[in-house]
């Protein structure tokens, strides 16, 4: 599932505190001269075992972490900041759950779903298989109307004996209550004064958009029929499918079908939700 990530990169400080006053070209050089005595001596220690050889390399191992991680206040300061970041991530500090809450056995039950594949197809009880696909509908006035309805017609008439079409329309109100009360939480627990503010301006945001009109998502769920093997419903749906996207295009209709089992059970999850769904059979 998928989870967005914030990252809080906090202005440095432009302190230039470069040791020896060297050009940081020649420091490169430098510090590539070092790594090659490194391998060499290392190699030499494990050959003859002396104790020389692997001091000297502790040395100039040493003094390369110092100048990569330490050598000035910026790099200091960057290398805590990298740091602190991937503890807090590899915590989950900086993850919000995008489905958190949903339990999607319970719509798998709900509407006799056995399992959903990798391909999206969506395998119902008694062997029965479908794709969900979401679409966008063209604007159409008043003269195109009865032609418009005719082309779709058409579109739903062309369709197997074997097959069903279901088409359903979900609102879905945009305000992100929840999401606003994950986003203060998370900052009230917030260690640096960076991820702080940073999480606290995302707040303001949201808290001053005024816009609430809800979302409407389109649906169809294309039946194809009942079959003994996952293999021969993908079979179906690979001939099928094409053909349908473009009698679909024909009539200015946007289509794209969902894989993602996350997306398919949260679009289920509407449809029957009982506040929002306006559900249409076609055949």
Known sequence: MERPTFIIIPKL???????????????????????????????????????????IVMFLLTFFIFYKFFRKEEVVDRTKLVYNF?????SGELEFA???????????????????????????DQSHYSALVRYVPPTVNGDNLW???????????????????????????????????????????????Q???HLLSIYKMMENKKDRAPEWNFYMLLD?????????AAIAS???????????EQVRIKSLRITSEAEILLALRNAINPIHPILEDLK
Not at 15 to 35: E, H, R
Not at 224 to 232: I, L, N, P
């Open 195 to 197: 991820k702080k503010e």
């Open 238 to 248: 690979e001939n099928y499918y094409p053909g349908f996207k473009d009698r679909l």
């Open 13 to 55: 400080r432009n302190k230039n505190l470069n040791i020896l006053n060297i050009p940081s070209s020649q420091w490169t050089v430098y510090m590539i001269f070092a790594g090659i005595l490194s391998v060499l001596f290392f190699l030499i220690s494990l050959a003859s075992g002396g104790l020389q050889a692997f001091f």
């Open 86 to 90: 991937l503890f807090r991530k590899c």
């Open 147 to 193: 032609p418009y309805v005719l082309q779709t017609k058409a579109i739903v008439d062309s369709l197997l004996p074997n097959m069903l079409l279901k088409i359903f329309v979900v609102s879905v109100g945009n305000d992100p209550i929840k999401f606003k009360r994950e986003v203060l939480e998370a900052s009230n627990s917030a260690r640096s004064k």
């Open 224 to 232: 194809f029929g009942k079959y003994d093997s996952h293999e021969e």
């Open 98 to 124: 995008k489905y958190r809450d949903r339990d999607f056995g319970k719509i798998k039950d709900s509407l006799s779903i056995a399992k959903i594949h990798d391909n999206g197809l969506i395998q119902f």
